[in-house]
């Protein structure tokens, strides 16, 4: 991973400015998803949040830069870091997987299944066709923030919650930022599978940022 580039952070002065344009002009990318039918990922009984949301990340990366779109199995990234074992992980180590391997598609390796059948040369061959040659890792709110007013997504870990989601761009509220995140959790939870963290549970315990997509 690369370090946040310091030219990227973003003043607070100038948050509330830009927030609010992005809101009236629905250029955030949870807006940018919706108009492209590009719907949350579904995580069904796996504990696979932390690979989830990084392989989200990776589809909205595609998105941005006018990429095919194709369903990722985060089961593909998750499997072979914790021994097709059912639990929890991190987002980086997540992330640097889909960086140096790739994540299969969905109709190659189903999106939950923890099925050794799948690792197969021709699946990681396909994989290479998706990854992530650069992404950043985010030490604070204020450059997580910054990343996501830029229209970057970031995955984000939270003990409180022990969970990991994708935010996907900020709103205001109450004077303050919010942060909205696409959750793992289909499109049955909050707004088609987004919400929004405020205050101190907005503030990650990890994050990391996919900068660009290898085009398939």
Not at 66 to 77: D, E, I, T
Not at 91 to 115: E, F, T, Y
Not at 135 to 158: A, E, H, N
Not at 181 to 210: F, H, K
Request: glycine content about 6%.
């Amino acid at each position: 991973a690369d370090p946040f580039p310091a030219n990227w952070l973003i003043p607070k002065s100038e948050w509330q400015a830009r927030i609010q344009e992005q809101q009236q002009n629905g250029t955030h990318l949870k807006a940018f998803l919706l108009d492209r039918g590009i719907k949350v990922l579904n995580q069904a009984s796996t504990n696979f949040c932390w690979a989830n949301a990084p392989t989200f990340s990776l589809m909205v990366i595609r998105a941005k830069a006018n990429q095919k779109p194709v369903r990722l199995s985060p089961a593909s990234v998750a499997c072979p870091l914790n021994n097709y074992r059912n639990q929890g992980g991190w987002g980086k180590d997540a992330l640097q997987r889909i960086s140096d391997v790739g994540a299969v598609p969905q109709d190659l390796w189903p999106a939950n299944a923890i099925d050794r059948r799948y690792d197969t040369p021709a699946n990681w061959a396909a994989a290479k066709k998706y990854r992530v040659p650069r992404w950043i890792v985010c030490d604070t709110i204020q450059q997580v923030l910054s990343c996501v007013i830029r229209g970057y997504p970031v995955p984000v870990g939270y003990n409180w919650w022990s969970h990991e989601v994708c935010a996907v761009g900020a709103g205001w509220r109450d004077g303050e930022p919010t942060l909205i995140i696409a959750n793992s959790w289909d499109e049955t939870w909050g707004d088609q599978g987004y919400g929004e963290l405020q205050g101190q549970r907005m503030v990650p315990d990890d994050a990391v940022c996919p900068i660009t997509a290898r085009a398939a």
